[in-house]
Structure formats: C-alpha cells, structure tokens
C-alpha cells in the first residue's frame, strides 16, 4: 500500500495514497476535496479541470515526474478540439494518477468558490445553493422488473451522485418519460434542496447534458421600488439587474396607507396582491431578456420585505398590521412554490425562499441587512441604516442586537417631492451651493459633468435634466442650510433675506430655484418648502428610531454607522449628517454598505446555510417597536431641527457610491450594476 | 404513593395509581390508554365519555365505592342539559378520581376504534386516518414578545397536544388570523400527517369547537365507472356511496383504445384528463348532497385505479403504457394536495393518497384489492378476481403472491352488449331460462320479484324494464347454454334447432328474445350472437390471466376463489363458473368481496398504517405481464368455449351479493349501499 502513489491537492492541502491508474476526480472525491463535476465523470461537462504541478515539491515531501498523470487522452483532446482547454488544464475524470502528484484545483472548479462581493465590506459568499445540476444515465425500463421511471432515475441518482431521496411534482412528471428517451436515458436534472428538507426535489431534466445553466432572483421588494438581481446560480455572478417602482403606490404611497387602503375597500388587499405579482412577473421577464437568458432558468427566487409587503406578496390581508399589537401571521421563513405566490415568469417548478420577519414592523428586509452587515458580529458599535419608505435600523455588537423599523415615507426616494423622482438618467443627483453668491451647480445621472462644467449641455442633450432624486434632494437642503438659505426650523428666507433672486416667492413661503429649463421646454426645478418638510419629517423619523435604539441600549454614541439603501442613489454621508439623518458619528467610521437588504437577498440565494443562519440570528435580535413608543414622539419632535449652519467638515468632501439598480421604464440602465449587462435587442 | 387510588381501565386492562384529584382523562393520557378528546380536556368535545363501574372486582383486586369519582358537576351537568348524556356516563375530563376505580371505555370514545367491515371476510379496519381534529387555546400576540399568529398556534399545538413541526399553505395563513380573532383564540384544526410526513399539516381551521365532522372519499376510478364511498373519518362509517360512468368512454371503451386516442390526437390525454377531473368533481358534490355534508369538510381523497387511469387522472401521458416494456411514469404511491390534480369541489387544502401501482398493466387497483383480500396472509392458495373492463387477478398463499391483469373489456359491465346498460333501476339482473319450455324469467334492479311473479308488472311500472346489466347478460349466457339453447363454441341456435319462437333470426345469426316491451313503447331485450362473442372474449381474458398466474405458480388448482367486482352488480358464481370465467373450484370455496379495490381504498382512507403496508407489500408481489406472454393466447384461445351443457351445481343456488353502488344518474339509488343515505332535496 505504501507504494501506491501519493497525491497531494492544493489549495486544500488534502493528501492520499491511490492505486496507479486511479482517475483524479475519484482520488478528489475520497479525500472530499472540493472539486466539481456535472456529469458524474463521462469527460463531457469539462467542470472539474485541474491543474498538475511538476517538479520538486519539498514542503509535501514529493518530487513529481512530468509523467505522473496519464498520457492526454481522446476525450480531453475532442473537449479541447470543441471548446477549448487553458492550457496546462487536464480533466480530473480522465487524467489518472501514475506517480507522485501535486494537483491544484482552479478557483472555477470548486463546487464552493468564494465570490467576493464588491462592497464596502469586502464580505465572501461561499457558493451553496440549495439548487444543484446533476447529470445522471438512467436504466431503462424492464417488464420484468416494472418499476416507473421516476423509481429509475431517482435509483439512478443513489447510485451515481449519493442522493438518497427524490420527488417531483406532477408537471415534472408529465417531461419526465418523453425526456428521458429523447437524452436516451441520459439526462440533466436540477435537484433543489431546501435547508429544511429531508429529500431533495427535481425541479427540472432536460436530456443529456445542460448547458444552460441554472439562475435564482435575489429580489428586494420594497413599498415604492423594486430591485432585483439576475444571478447565476453556479457562479454566483449577477448577470443583471433591475427594478421598477411598486405599482401599489397607486393605492398608497408608503405602508400605512396600503393598510388602510386593505381595511376600508372589502378586496382592497387582493388588488394589491396582484398588481405586485403582476410587477415580477414583468420584472422577471425584463431582466432574463437583459441577461440574455430564458426565463424557464431560473429555478429560485429569494425575497426580502417588509412585513406590509411581505403579507401583500404573499396573499395574506395586511389589516392586523395596521394597529396594536402588530401580529404577524407567519414569522418565520418561507420555502413555497413560484405559482404560490402567482409568480408564473420564472421556471414552473421554481422554489421561492422568503426570509423571515423579525416583527410586525420590522420585516424580511431587516432581517437580510442583519445577514449582510451581520452586526451581532461586529466588536464595534455599529449602527445599520437602511433607508427606505421605511428604515430599518439595526444597533448591536457581539453583546447584542436590537432592530427597529421607521416610517420615513417616500421623500428619501424623491417621491412625495415638488419635482422628485426616482433615481433615474437625468434626475439630479448632486448638488452643491456656493455659500457666498448662492448659486447653485449640480450634476445629473447619466453623466459625470458639472453643471458649470464645458460639455454639460451636450452631455445632457439626451437624458434632459428631469427632476431631482432622493440623493439630490438630500444634498440641496443641506447645501440650503450650510448656505444659510435656511434657518435651523428649516424655513426658506425670501430674497431680501438672504440676497439672491434664487429665493422665489411662492404662496406665503418660498422656494429656492436649482434649475430653470423653461426655455428649452423643459422643467423648473425647485426646492419648495414643502419638500423642506417632507425631508424633515422623514430624517427626523430615521434620526428617532436610531436614538430609540441608543437609548434601549444605553448608549449616547455608536462606533460606526453603515448607511444602506436600495433605492438606487448615492448618499452623500457629510450630507445626510448636516441633515441630522444619523447620529453624530466620526464621518470616517461612516461607510456604505449599498443595497444591503438586496445583498442579504443575494447572500440566501447563494448560500443555503445562510438561511440556517439568518433564521437563527432572527430569533435573538430584541425587536423594538417604534410606533408605540412615546420617546420616540419626543426624538422626532427634538430632531426636526436642522442645526448646522455652516458645513462642518470641510476637508472631508465624501460621497460614498452605491451599487445601482437601473430601472427598465424610462432608463437606459447607464449606471447599472450588473457586471454582464446585455442590452435589450 | 401506594395509598393512592388505584385506577384500572377496560377493556385494556391498563391500570395506575393515581393522586386523588387526578382527573380520569388525566390518568388515561398518563396510562396510554386510548380515550379521545378533541377539545384537550376542556369539557366542551364530549368526546372522553367513560363508564365508571362500582362494586367488587375481585379479578382487579377492588372493591369500588359509589363515591370512588368526584360528584357530577356544573360542566356535566351543561353539557347533559344542552346535548343530552347516555345514563351512567361521565365526561372523563371532568370526573376527578376520588379512590380506587374500574373505567370502562366504551368503544364511540376510543381513537383507534374498530369498524366492522360489512363484507364476507369480516375484515375489521382500525381508524387511524391521517387527519384529526384538535382543539386549541392559543397566545393572543404580544407585541413586545412578537411571534406570529401561526408561530403561537403551533406552539400551542406543541403545548397542549404534543405536536411537534406543523406546517400551513398560503390559502390557510389567509384564513388564520380572522378565524383566531373570531373564535377569541380557541380555535379547532384539521391536522394532517401522511405516514411519510414529518409534520403535521394544517387542512382548515374553524373559530371555536368544529362540530361538522371530518370526511375522507375513497374512490375506485374505474375504465367504466368511477364508484365513491363518502367516509366518516373519525367513525369510518361510509354515510353515502356513489357512482357515475367515466366520461372517458367518449374516447375509447377500454384502455388501449384510449392510450391510442391520446397517440393519435395532440392534446388527447389532456382531454381524458380534463373530462375524468371534471366528473370527479360532479361525483364530489353529489355525494356530499347526498350524506348531506357541506363538500368542504372532506379533507382527504384517496384514489385506486388501473395504470391508464391513474396517469390520466395525474395529466401524465398514459402512451408508454400502450407499448412494450408499458414503462410507468412512476409506480411509487402518491400523496399530493387535491388542486394538483384538479379537485376543486373538496376542502380546497384536501390532500389525495393514490395506492402504489404494482406495474405498468397491474395497478393501484390491484394493489388496493391486495391491501383488501390479504393474499399474501392466506395460509391456502386463494385466487382473487376483480372484475371491470381490466380485471386485476391476484393468485398467492404466505409464501408468495402474483398479480396480473387481463383486458376484459366493457362486457362484464353491461357496455358494448347490444341491450346493454350499467347497473341502475330498471336493468335486468338476473335471468333464469328453463331448460324445458325455454321461456326466461328474470329481475329488474329497484323490485325483488321475479317477472313471473305477481305484482311485477306494478312493481317495475316506475323503472319500467330498460336494459341488460353485467351481472344480467352472465346469468342469461350462462343459462342459454344449460337451457341448450348455445353449443359448446358459443352459437345460437336457430327456432327449429332449439324448439323455441325466442329464437330470432338476425342477419346470419340468431338472437334470443328476454322480454318484448314494444307493446308498451318500451325496448326489446334480446341477446344477440355478437353478445355472446362480446362475453366469450371476456371471460376468455379473464380465465387466461388466472391461469398465467396458477402455470407461473406451477399449479393446476386453487384452494379458493375470491370474486370481487366494483361495477355495482350481484355475480352469480354458479354462472361465473358455468361460463368459465374462473378455474374450477368448489363452489362453496368461492366466495364474494364485493368492491374489494374499493374496500382497500377505504381501508387505506382510514388506516395510515395500511398504507405503509400496501407500500410494503406491493414491492414484494411478483409482476406477471399478460400482454407479452406467449402462453396467455394459449390459455385465451382454449378458453373460449362454453364446455357446461347442464347446471353442473343444481343444489347451489347461490347468489352472492356484493355491496352497492348507487349511480348518480337516471337511478334512485335504490340498491345504494350507504348506510345514512339522505334523499336529495
């Protein structure tokens, strides 16, 4: 024994000794190295390349022969002739072992690749979806032997990929035996298993081997917008992504008006139920044409929501939200069928994952942002914004965490504003005042220049210059403040006040004039002092559910704060702070964490042990309820205020870049955040 | 402890000291002894009903005084008041044990009561369905504690009745949180655990006490007729039974016929599928009618039918089963919700248990027949034949059993017999001819007499005289050749061979005359040349399938014959084996099961465990294929004379009834065998 060949595979470092002749899939397969194959060892799926070493090797103690795998064979040589093979690669299931061996196995052939997430936080997601493609050669039928074909495959599946436990619905059924003889007994199945399950589910077969891949929806439904990410659920790569706006602002603009709308129109829920269904189903279709793939694909969607949402979504009358004590009907995760939830787009067979609630006012959505910025974690302080039509608002440490859910409103989203809209090719999105000529210059999405910058006109000869986004809007009044166009109770003083034309007079207040585009046929862009208003309101919401955090912790001060969002925009963090939107904090230990409820999404859709995780982590957060709280009354009134009037932190011009969603009415996805972006044909 | 009360319950024997004060529910729970409650000991459910007896019981060593349970109280007394308490009982949850004491449980509060089968066999079934009722008193939330309304219920359900793990689909969680509100958080549900299953699954919720029952169907869907039992789930009484033709017959009278219109017409199978759903759903409102039960109360449907059914009544494409090796989509029992397969007239979360089938031309209906007649634990060889347009033959003994099936065809059922009917009022039943004169006499469905009796006339004035069914044209063959009017190969004779004016020419054949109604416009009643053909191919069939499975068996006899048949008519084992559709066997060997794939179907509705055991013992049947074997044809051609040319069993005039079922249509159920049939309004 001790003269079989030793075989030594990196990264792992997992070693062995093989009888001679020994393929190098099945020596990986005995050591439990991480080493990936579809197809079972036939040499035709090409996952499982591998990477021999030669030379000396002296901290393994070998020294490898350049013949120490088996000569390059006919297989490898027609793989290589149709598709091509890196050079230096080889087939794991076809090159065996002769001698001495060290083997590296590429980050592509791990079944569990790290994908590193492109945020702040550097945070890895290890691939391990609950869905799994499987090739598998099945035996054909015998009558003396009757058993049905589904009993084959699944003996098929024991025998050849150790999965003990198989079912299928009867539409999987009614592909089954036409597939099974058009692959000639040879064919792919996609094998969903939820963390929860005992056997695993066929969710698809297509004969011989798929090469079509397989992909999941990490989608963030939120009351005014909805974004989603397209992601391969081999790689983990988001091949696109998309929003659009919650067509149930027609029946509401933020939570508690849906609620209402539920109570007072008897079906009322039911309208909203489909008019969010329909929404995906459109959005689905959307993004699997911009990611040039076949909706049938797509075999899992994750959400996370609110809980308003979460009920609406999930056909289930909101009503007891809307007053004390804010039941719940289900707390806990969802695994459910796509055509439970009305979601007919995707594959007929898709499983759906909804994450839990945390409570009646603190949602899914939380839930995902405590997955992705994992505060329970942190030895700091941390504070976790995300802001929305509602924020939720997460406070902890290793000791503890507490979350909380606020109604900010839409304002924050640009809605609800004189000339607000949502983030999208031509909404300002920047804005700075010279605090002596109060001036204005600002910049808009979809390009980089300045408006007192040579080319913005012809920069801008396309999109036009819109209207102003919730980042822009969160910009301009603080720039108003630090200009002094402001006074600390946020009123806008009149012309003679504060010496610029700029200071219109409009009804018995005024307004302050960024952009006038009545010339050109297009619009005058204001700050009016309703919009004023409707900013303070919503920052004192944020504010006062953070203190109520603070004070529920007993704490004056938080470490750090990681600002979130999923409504597409940038936040200036320097800005949101003269606003009075977070506590006061070192602005260098102010980070963003972008969309982190639609990266908590991502994180279950990729990985099902994070399922595990969140649902447990859910258990112990300590909820607190906002709405019935009277300090919070007191913090919202104490934080109506805007009291900086000069800008506090001049060398510190930060602005921390969000990943964007673009949105598929209106938008030419320009500042899109999908690596693999195809365009609409 | 030892002075404290002993308590002994019967019929179990089971027996425990107990604290003075212990309520009798309370030691009975603790002893394991099987005294039922819905309502967990609320004194609400009356379901705990004991009897407690007094005096010596020298067998249990006590002597038991008149005060040996607490006085009656406030909460018997109520429920005596409002319902009514059979003399001499005591609700167990109330009655405290004050000294020693014998209980009696009488059999209506035992769980696992035993319900006699009416049948031959005297099978007893052992009510252990898959649904029960419980009765639940839940948290009311609490918003500083936030759980969800379901959360709270499952808790609860784990508190009070020990039971982990509950689950509950979408259109439930819909219904939850009125139903907990309305019922001011006691609330009943139907929780559902299939012998697989891991947890319990809630079918419905009502607020309070639900006092409307619990129901389960079993059906038998027959290639012909599709046959219905209407079950009490917690009694197992079947309080209605029913039956209507498979609309399929539109596309092909028996299987093959059907397998080749869906090969030939795109689209096809979904058309049987669509029109066999959609009788199911007739067939579901008209029996709830009947046992006067609102539809939504059965919660469980459990299915037996040949391969052909079984895969169109799923929507799977039954053609594999048209062609060698007849290759099952899959053969494995199936438990799936009634909407996967079209169900929408039951509870709309009812769930549907289909027996295993045993291979592609021996189905969930021989499986059921099996569960039924127990073969496999007969210490004789015993042949079972279930009659219908497939009979499904079993042949076997303890040490081995073997299944076939053979394609009768729709002779046996009263189809494709020119004055042919199903069984209903009105149908000739039975015929006897005497051998002298030539002249018949027979019985119509709906009277008792005999045609030539008095008052036949007025008794079948309603029916009037209509047709021929099964059971009919095997008497009147059967006696046509005794009466010597049919030689050995099966011609009628003409009027001079046979010496009779029945004789009728027809063509180049001849017909025999049975009844002449044309004087009163109704039909003539003939049997026709063709006729006999149509029945000699039938039994051919069948006899041949009996004796593949007896050369299989290497045997030339059988110890006994069990004659079962679902299509609702009385066979007549003398004319069965006058005809030879059996092997010869004494007469008083065979007997009659009735609807045995029915009975198995109610068997499997009410026993979770004799679904595990179907599944069991179907793996181990050995799977006889007709439809290839070589011999079959043999066996099929030899048997296709009529060898009797006189009634070789003069002194046996036995008639064995099977039970009934009632036809939906054009009958009034006059022969129905429900035990609580109610009239339709």
Redesign the interface.
Known sequence: MTSDPLVVFTPSGKRGRFPAGTPVLTAARQLGVDLDSVCGGRGICSKCQITPAYGEFPKHGVHVAGDALSDWNAVEQRYDDKRGLTPGRRLGCQAQIVSDVVIDVPPESQVHRQVIRKAATDRQITMDPATRLCFVEVD?????E??????RLARALAAQWEIGGVT????L??R???VLRKGKWQVSVALHKGHRD?VHRILDIWPGLHEGGLYGLAIDLGSTTIAAHLTDLETGEVIASSGLMNPQIRFGEDLMSRVSYAMMNPGGDREMTEAVRAALNDLTGEIAREGGIDPALIVETVFVCNPVMHHLL????P??LGQ?????????AME?AAG??GLTAVNPRARVYVLP????HVGADAAAVALSEEPGKSDDLVLVVDVGTNAEILLGNTTRVLACSSPTGPAFEGAQISSGQRAAPGAIERVEIDAETKEPRFRVIGSELWSDEDGFAEATSVTGITGICGSGIIEAVAEMRMAGLLDESGLIGSAGQTGTARAIPEGRTHSYLIHDGSADGGPVITVTQGDIRAIQLAKSALYAGARLLMDEMAVERVDRVVLAGAFGAHISTKHAMVLGMIPDCPLDKVTSAGNAAGTGARIALCNTGARAEIERVVREIT?V?TA?EPKFQDHFVAANAIPHKSDPFPELEKVVRLPQVSFNTGGDGERGGGRRRRRRA
């Open positions: 054909e039928p015998d009558m003396h009757p058993t049905g074909d589904l009993e299928a619905d009867l539409s059924l009614a089954l035996q036409p005992a999930m056909g289930l009358d009503v007891e004390a004590p804010f039941a719940l009907a289900t707390s806990e459910l439970e939830i609630c945390i409570a009646g909820k309820e019935i």
